[in-house]
């Protein structure tokens, strides 16, 4: 069997190469300034988890950042104020690696995707709601089972389908308050349309647009007092 760090490695590396890696890099800037800081406070605490290479994370003004991911190649894209925790949050260590109560933040970004079971995503997100703090928030972008079906599969990596639908409802089941759920936000894949940060930003600006090319998610829940 490969090494599970060293198949993550060869994985991504394949994924993007050095000059999609800058082009996510600008598109998430934008996306960042033009949207997601709005529910984010600069003096958060903040932790991103399957951040990959920290183009969200670097790029978010927060009090403090801290990211979470098995990738190895995580630290070396860090920035110097982010601090890189390589846990598996699936794992029993997890509970004595990362604070409970803590984050006024926790952003997740194409990730659920990625667990195999409808089980490991109650796991995650009862790791999510023990980590926040009273009012914390969970902000989510993932893709739309209902939206993205036909090239849902075509990352080997993409297991769970998951539809706003049934996001919504286990939320809920956990415990959080869905204060806000678009069902058809950006495109399933940085590869297609929007492709530069112009078409971007006017794609923000354009909500009506969203309808016809949306294929993600974007939702937003807290945790009571």
């Not at 070396?76 to 104020?81: H, I, K, L």
């Not at 490991?120 to 739309?144: A, H, T």
């Not at 089972?145 to 075509?154: I, T």
């Not at 492709?195 to 829940?221: C, E, N, T």
Request: aromatic residues 14%.
């Amino acid at each position: 069997m490969m090494d599970q760090e060293i198949y993550l490695k060869r994985l991504y590396a394949n994924r993007f190469d050095v000059r999609q890696r800058k082009a996510k890099e600008a598109l998430w800037k934008v996306l960042i300034d033009d949207f997601i800081q709005r529910y984010i406070s600069p003096h958060a605490i903040v932790l991103d988890i399957g951040g990959g290479y920290c183009e969200f994370i670097n790029q978010v003004k927060a009090r403090e950042k801290v990211l979470i991911d098995l990738n190895p190649d995580s630290q070396e894209f860090a920035a110097p104020n982010v601090k890189v925790l390589h846990v598996n949050i699936l794992a029993p260590e997890s509970d004595r690696l990362v604070p409970r109560d803590y984050f006024d933040v926790i952003f997740v970004s194409n990730f659920f995707e990625h667990l195999q079971t409808k089980e490991e995503l109650i796991e995650v997100l009862s790791f999510c709601f023990n980590r926040l703090s009273s009012k914390g928030k969970l902000i989510v972008i993932q893709p739309n089972f209902k939206y993205s079906f036909k090239e849902y599969y075509d990352f080997i990596d993409h297991h769970l389908p998951i539809t706003d639908g049934s996001l919504n409802e286990v939320l809920k089941a956990i415990g959080f308050s869905v204060d806000l759920m678009i069902p058809r936000f950006l495109p399933f894949s940085t590869k297609g349309r929007p492709s530069a940060p112009l078409l971007l930003q006017i794609y923000l600006k354009l909500p009506i647009l969203w309808r016809f090319l949306g294929g993600q998610m974007f939702v937003i829940a807290s945790k009571p007092y």
